[in-house]
């Protein structure tokens, strides 16, 4: 399944989302359904996870409210655009590494999340097509 497609359909301008993740096209990029071993990994409350050019989404998410999945592509295109920029290994260690850190430095699973950087970026520009 195409991001582009769905988020075109959801009435999102898709030019201006090219504009702040530059240079990832939408089109471009895949979204599969997670398997039922990767959503256990995954634990609650993930809904999905980018890897490179390739979303995979809880089947729930894919299959559900189009307006709330359109801001989840939006959220995970921004990780595309991290992977771009940063590579495979300098992606992995920065969100690894400042999730760590925040756990180390006594937050929570979830706070330790919601503060990594490459997170709090996404969640950002997200909030912009709300």
């Given at each position: 399944?195409?991001?582009?497609?769905?988020?075109?359909?959801?009435?999102?301008?898709?030019?201006?989302?090219?504009?702040?993740?530059?240079?990832?096209?939408?089109?471009?990029?895949?979204?599969?359904?997670?398997?039922?071993?990767?959503?256990?990994?995954?634990?609650?409350g993930?809904?999905?996870?980018?890897?490179?050019?390739?979303?995979?989404?809880?089947?729930?998410?894919?299959?559900?409210?189009?307006?709330?999945?359109?801001?989840?592509?939006?959220?995970?295109?921004?990780?595309?655009?991290?992977?771009?920029?940063?590579?495979?290994?300098g992606?992995?260690s920065?969100?690894?590494g400042?999730?760590?850190?925040?756990?180390?430095?006594?937050?929570?699973?979830?706070?330790?999340?919601?503060?990594?950087?490459?997170?709090?970026?996404?969640?950002?520009?997200?909030?912009?097509?709300?």
């Open positions: 399944m195409n991001a582009g497609r769905i988020l075109t359909a959801s009435g999102v301008d898709i030019d201006e989302l090219r504009g702040l993740i530059h240079p990832i096209r939408p089109e471009q990029v895949w979204l599969r359904s997670a398997s039922p071993l990767m959503m256990r990994i995954w634990g609650p993930i809904q999905a996870m980018t890897v490179a050019r390739w979303i995979f989404v809880d089947p729930r998410a894919l299959n559900g409210d189009r307006a709330r999945l359109s801001l989840l592509i939006i959220h995970e295109l921004v990780h595309v655009r991290q992977w771009s920029d940063l590579g495979v290994l992606f992995l920065r969100y690894l400042d999730y760590l850190r925040g756990r180390r430095d006594g937050l929570s699973h979830r706070d330790s999340y919601m503060a990594i950087p490459l997170e709090i970026e996404a969640r950002h520009l997200q909030s912009r097509f709300q």
